[in-house]
T-cell receptor
C-alpha cells in the first residue's frame, strides 16, 4: 500500500500547548499535503509542501518534510479548542492523492 | 460559490438495491475523485477522473461504477449494494499543479450510506 501513516494515532493536549503530528510514507513523492476533518464534515486542505521544500509555514501551522527519511511533521502552535479534529497526511501519486489513516487531536479547554 | 456538492447526504439501502451518488463542482476542476471512509481505514480511493468522459480505478473499485459525462459532475453507482459498502463517501475535485503534481483537493461534506 502507498498509504502514509500518521503518528501518534491520537493526541490529547491542553489549550495553549503545541501539537506535533508525524507522517511516514513509503514511496517517492512530488508533494505532501495535510488536511483537517472536523467531526461529521468533509476534509479541508491545510498546507502543501513540495518535495524540494524542507519547511513551510501557514499561520500557526509549521510543516517539515524530510525526503531522505520519507517523513513529514505538522506542528500546530498555541493550540485552541477549535483545533480539535482529525488530521490526515496525503502523498501525491499523480493524478491520485493517497491519504493516511489519520490521527485524532483533542484540545481541552 | 457552492464548491463541491454531494447528494444525497444520507441513504439507507437494502442488500441488492442499486443507487447513484451525485457529485457536482462549480470550480471548473479537471480532476474528480470518489473516496470512501471507514473507521480505522482512513480514506481509500474508489475511482477518479482526469477529465470529462474519462474514468479510472482507484484502490477499491470493486462493486462500484462511475461516469463523468459532464465536467462538473461525477456519479458513483452501486449496482447491487452489499453491507460491506456501508460507509461514508466523499467526493473531491482538484486541478493539476503540473502534469506531475496533484493540487489541493476540495471535498464535499460526505454521503453516509447504510446497507442493511
Amino acid at each position: 500500500s502507498q498509504q502514509g501513516e500518521e503518528d501518534p494515532q491520537a493526541l490529547s493536549i491542553q489549550e495553549g500547548e503545541n501539537a506535533t503530528m508525524n507522517c511516514s510514507y513509503k514511496t517517492s513523492i512530488n508533494n505532501l499535503q495535510w488536511y483537517r476533518q472536523n467531526s461529521g464534515r468533509g476534509l479541508v486542505h491545510l498546507i502543501l509542501i513540495r518535495s524540494n521544500e524542507r519547511e513551510k509555514h501557514s499561520g500557526r501551522l509549521r510543516v517539515t518534510l524530510d525526503t531522505s527519511k520519507k517523513s513529514s511533521s505538522l506542528l500546530i502552535t498555541a493550540s485552541r479548542a477549535a483545533d480539535t479534529a482529525s488530521y490526515f497526511c496525503a502523498t501525491d501519486h499523480p493524478p491520485q492523492l493517497v491519504f493516511g489513516k489519520g490521527m485524532k487531536l483533542t484540545v481541552n479547554p | 460559490n457552492a464548491g463541491v456538492t454531494q447528494t444525497p447526504k444520507f441513504r439507507v439501502l437494502k442488500t441488492g438495491q442499486s443507487m447513484t451518488l451525485l457529485c457536482a463542482q462549480d470550480m471548473n476542476h479537471e480532476y474528480m475523485y470518489w473516496y470512501r471512509q471507514d473507521p480505522g481505514m482512513g480514506l481509500r480511493l474508489i475511482h477518479y477522473s482526469v477529465g470529462e468522459g474519462t474514468t479510472a480505478k482507484g484502490e477499491v473499485p470493486d462493486g462500484y461504477n462511475v461516469s463523468r459525462l459532464k465536467k462538473q459532475n461525477f456519479l458513483l453507482g452501486l449496482e447491487s449494494a452489499a453491507p460491506s459498502q456501508t460507509s461514508v463517501y466523499f467526493c473531491a475535485s482538484s486541478y493539476p499543479l503540473a502534469p506531475t503534481n496533484t493540487g489541493e483537493l476540495f471535498f464535499g461534506e460526505g454521503s453516509r450510506l447504510t446497507v442493511l
